[in-house]
Each structure stands twice: as C-alpha cells, then as structure tokens.
C-alpha cells in the first residue's frame, strides 16, 4: 500500500490477519501436494480477492472473493474457478475453505 494516498486506502477492501492467516494456511496445503505454484492478492473498490495459481504465466485455478456488500445476502465469501463460476459461497470463511479439505478433490492437469 506504500505510495497510495491515504482516501485510496480507505476505498479499498482488505482481507483482515485472521482471514489472510487462514487463507495461506490452506494455500500452503495446496503448494506442499504440488498443486499451485503461486498467488495474488489484489483489494480493490468494492472486494478483495486472493488468487491461486497452478503456474505463474497461468489463469488463477480459484479465486477466494470478500464482497462485504453481500454480506447480509448470500454471504461476503465465495469461490470461484477459472471461468467465473461460483463453487462455493457462504457467510464464514472457516466453512467456506473446508471446500479445500475435501478427499476427493483432485487437480488435474
């Protein structure tokens, strides 16, 4: 955030520690079973959002979304694929990401 100015900050939505914590926990699990490489954190307008790569030149495999305005709809927390779909969404990220824990999820290449 260094050389933004302070109202830019401001109109940005960030993930909290808490949330960035369990985020890159799971993201570690990914890269030790050697299927991601990389990510990206970008915070924008209206969401933050945490992409993870299978390779770096690549389209992110899953995008973790925080949209605080939809937090009294579905929920603030979604996760989407390469094309946009939502896989998940709901209102706590602690259940959200128990979509990584899954047996049978597998990447394939």
């Known amino acids: 955030m260094r050389g933004m100015s302070v109202s830019a900050r401001e109109d940005t939505v960030m993930f909290a520690r808490p949330e960035l914590d369990a985020i890159l926990s799971v993201y570690g699990r990914l890269v030790a079973s050697g299927d991601c490489k990389d990510y990206a954190i970008d915070g924008l307008a209206d969401r933050a959002v945490f992409s993870i790569f299978r390779r770096t030149s690549e389209f992110p495999l899953y995008r973790i979304e925080k949209v605080p305005a939809n937090a009294k709809k ?9 094309g946009g779909t939502i896989l998940k969404r709901g209102h706590e990220l602690a259940s959200l990401l128990k979509f990584f ?9």
Request: glycine letters at 6%; aromatic letters at 12%; a positive charge.
């Open 74 to 82: 579905q929920g603030a927390w979604k996760i989407l694929a390469p």
């Open 101 to 109: 824990d899954r047996k049978r999820f597998r990447v394939v290449e």
